[in-house]
């Protein structure tokens, strides 16, 4: 009696076997990570929602006081001739989040380029290991980095590097403040953009509205739309002071948890794209181990009454 083992006698089965539990093997890791971005996702989305009222009224209690002391001028309202920026870069951590990072990347290497063409000095923060990993290719000088900042942003660890880049417009060595980030749209849609926070004109809009796209023609609205009176406790120039720097860290935290947002949104689609194309090359894998199965089991059975016929 004639017995085989078709792996032995069929080299290729072993392979394509191989190759499709190493599919399934990654299909069942982009499976699980697209439900893990899901469930961060929705949380991440709550707390961007959450925070956009708190930012959108800061940013007119700061209009409204802009306009109703015009005897005090703001560092922050002063336009000065640009001879350096500073460039608050917010990315993500890790990978594996689609085009996000690459798309942020390219719109800050286009101002950056634009910045060098005109000579002007360019130092940077970076929140989040991509955006520090970028800056530091291409040699961009850093003042201050935060990075590992979880799934919930910490105001806290944030204000230390958001402080360098504010003390450095007070103090003259930058003339302009400008942040980049992924702003959140929907799940399928995030949009990277290049914003300028310093100076400050005088009639501020929120950037962060839902129906704003957030270019920078549209950040801020030139209509007068303040005609305010305040009582100052304990001062104009406290109030205002304390205020200002309040809206800009507003601002920068609110990049982060859109930018957040975002990147468990990214994540999601591009770990469901992940495994539906996982699950396309089983297919065809296994359709190819099928038909291989059945010609090399054709062939030995033709083999063998072939050979029964001879004897």
């Known amino acids: 009696m004639i017995s085989f083992r078709l792996e032995d006698l069929m080299p290729g089965i072993k392979e394509i076997r191989t190759k499709i539990k190493s599919v399934q093997n990654t299909r069942k890791i982009t499976k699980a990570m697209e439900m893990v971005a899901a469930s961060k996702m929705r949380k991440a989305q709550e707390r961007m929602l959450i925070f956009r009222p708190y930012a959108s009224k800061l940013c007119i209690i700061a209009g409204h006081l802009m306009q109703a002391n015009p005897d005090y001028s703001h560092p922050f309202l002063l ?3 640009v001879k ?3 460039l608050i870069l917010v990315s993500t951590d890790k990978g594996l989040c689609g085009g996000l990072n690459t798309n942020l990347g390219r719109l800050v290497l286009s101002n950056i380029k634009n910045f060098n063409q005109q000579n002007i000095k360019i130092y940077s923060t970076a929140f989040g ?8 290719r291409i040699g961009v000088e850093l003042l201050s980095e935060e990075v590992q900042l979880g799934d919930k942003p910490d105001l806290n660890r944030l204000l230390g590097s958001i402080a360098v ?4 417009y007070i103090e003259g060595k930058i003339d302009a403040l400008y942040i980049a980030t992924t702003k959140f749209v929907n799940t399928m849609k995030q949009v990277p953009v290049f914003l300028k926070l310093l100076p400050l004109p005088t009639n501020l809009k929120d950037p962060y509205e839902l129906e704003s796209d957030l270019s920078s023609e549209k950040l801020f609205d030139n209509s007068n739309l303040y005609n305010w009176d305040y009582i100052y406790e304990p001062d104009p120039k406290t109030v205002i002071d304390e205020l200002l720097n309040r809206y800009v860290e507003g601002l920068v935290y609110q990049a982060v948890v859109e930018n957040m947002a975002s990147e468990q949104s990214a994540r999601m689609v591009a770990m469901k794209a992940a495994s539906d194309n ?5 297919d065809d894998l296994q359709t ?6 059945q010609a090399a089991i054709t062939k030995e059975i033709s083999e063998i009454v072939g050979g029964a016929a001879a004897v």
């Open 288 to 293: 190819i181990y099928n038909k291989t199965r």
């Open 165 to 168: 880049q504010i003390n450095a």
């Open 129 to 136: 290991q991509k955006g520090l990993n970028l800056l530091n």
């Open 84 to 86: 350096s920026v500073g």
């Open 79 to 81: 336009e000065r001739k």
């Open 278 to 282: 996982a699950k396309r090359v089983i």
